[in-house]
């Protein structure tokens, strides 16, 4: 396939991408919020069962991994 070609196919497909992108980062907005739920209410249960002090969980997004971290990552020295 030549480069022309394949800009053509992409721009063809530009709005299928655009659309299949913005349901992407809404999800994605979406699991954020559920996470971010859902690390506050075991943080309530363990508090409750005077396991730590009911407080906001520190929770990080990581970019870099894309994966929800609880404590930073430590760096090689």
């Avoid at 655009?18 to 979406?30: D, I, P, S, T, W």
Wanted: charged share 30%; with cysteine.
């Amino acid at each position: 396939m030549s480069l022309e070609a394949l800009r053509a196919a992409l721009e063809t497909n530009r709005p299928l991408i655009q659309e299949a992108l913005a349901a992407a980062e809404a999800e994605r907005e979406e699991l954020r919020a559920r996470c971010h739920e859902l690390e506050s209410l075991i943080a309530r249960a363990q508090a409750a069962l005077g396991e730590a002090e009911a407080s906001t969980p520190q929770v990080r997004y990581d970019r870099t991994f894309r994966h929800f971290v609880r404590q930073p990552r430590r760096r090689a020295v």
